[in-house]
């Protein structure tokens, strides 16, 4: 029954289709001069709840695509800076969005999903 409500949100997700990106010209990257140093890109895992289906007790996440969790992962869901929940990738993935299943909480759409 979960299998079929994970399938059936994956061909919703797929009907509505894709937004386009808009292409943008690349630059040449500068090489760093010697003695100063480049701040780190930030290697923070964070995505937002996109779904959330109460029924079958799961949310669809999206995360930017260099940025999946991996399956098994346990997540923390924020609400303006408070915790309000828990949970765990389970998959499929497509494109940027991933399903989870809620361990704790009642998670609404816009919360913010980290690893803590």
Known sequence: MRALLVLMLLLALGAT??????????????APRAGKSTPAPATRLE?????????????????????????DQRLTLYRHGAKVGEVK????????????????????????????
């Open 17 to 30: 289709g894709c937004a386009k990106k808009n292409a943008k010209t690349s630059q040449p990257s500068q």
């Open 47 to 71: 995505g937002m709840v996109s779904r959330v289906e109460p029924v079958g007790r799961f949310v669809v996440l999206t995360f930017p695509l260099s940025q999946m969790p991996a399956v």
């Open 89 to 116: 990738v389970s998959g499929p993935q497509r494109d940027n969005n991933i399903v989870a299943d809620i361990v704790t909480g009642e998670p609404q759409v816009g919360d913010e999903a980290r690893l803590d």
